[in-house]
């Protein structure tokens, strides 16, 4: 059974129109973090939930928004996606934050902007 | 952050063994090691962590330098199902959450 659900695994959007993207876990884990994967890149992260807490990566653009209303849920707002936003994002959650537990990703969802 | 450094790419014969090395020179005391591998299309998937001893499980095995500055990452028998990014990742015990930083990994390929 899947434990990190993203949803859609597809996406299409227009230019500059918002989306949402959504990730669930049935894993209770307290941290969930957002990573954007370009074509033949490695993931990059954006920001990561620590429970409530909300962290921003330094250098990710004032464009990507995060909401965590309650442990299972965790979503991705873009709010004026440009063409550069098209990517695979991945969702992933952790227990802890500490380096002894490990991470766990959903499928992503890619997204295309027209 | 601490680094990695891993080769671009790998080939391996199937049922072969494959050893996929990662240095990690400036590694701290309280540095997990960690591997995950992406395979097309899926998101990534966790394989292995170690603190220092070598350690084994269902898909890997983890052999960990004593100095702790280079670890590899053991296939026993390479399948086609294996053909996949590989990331070595160092994961602090101490800091938190913002650690889980990918590098650019090893892209292996398996050879029927």
């Known amino acids: 059974d899947a434990m990190v659900i993203q949803n859609p695994r597809y996406q299409v959007t227009q230019f500059g129109k918002p989306v949402t993207l959504s990730c669930s876990q049935t894993?209770?884990?307290?941290?969930m973090y957002w990573y954007q994967q370009k074509s033949s890149q490695a993931p990059k992260l954006l920001f990561h939930?620590?429970?409530?807490?909300?962290?921003n990566e330094a250098d990710t653009p004032d464009n990507f928004q995060s909401r965590r209303p309650n442990t299972s849920f965790c979503f991705l707002d873009i709010r004026s996606p440009g063409l550069g936003d098209a990517a695979m994002y991945l969702c992933?959650?952790?227990?802890?934050?500490?380096?002894?537990?490990?991470?766990?990703f959903g499928q992503g969802t890619r997204l295309t902007v027209v | 952050d601490a680094k990695t450094t891993q080769p671009n790419s790998m080939e391996s014969n199937e049922e072969e063994p494959v050893h996929l090395p990662c240095n990690h020179s400036?590694?701290?005391?309280?540095?997990?090691i960690h591997w995950y591998r992406q395979l097309p299309s899926q998101g990534p998937e966790y394989v292995i962590h170690g603190l220092t001893s070598n350690v084994n499980n269902r898909m890997a095995s983890l052999a960990i330098a004593e100095d702790r500055k280079s670890s590899t990452l053991i296939l026993h028998r390479a399948t086609l199902r294996d053909a996949a990014v590989y990331y070595c990742i160092l994961r602090d015990r101490a800091t938190g959450a913002n650690n889980l930083f990918f590098g650019t990994g090893t892209r292996l390929t398996v050879i029927p």
């Open positions: 992933a959650t952790s227990r802890e934050p500490q380096g002894h537990t490990e991470a766990f």
């Open positions: 894993l209770n884990h307290n941290v």
């Open positions: 400036t590694i701290s005391g309280t540095d997990y």
């Open positions: 939930y620590y429970d409530k807490d909300f962290n």
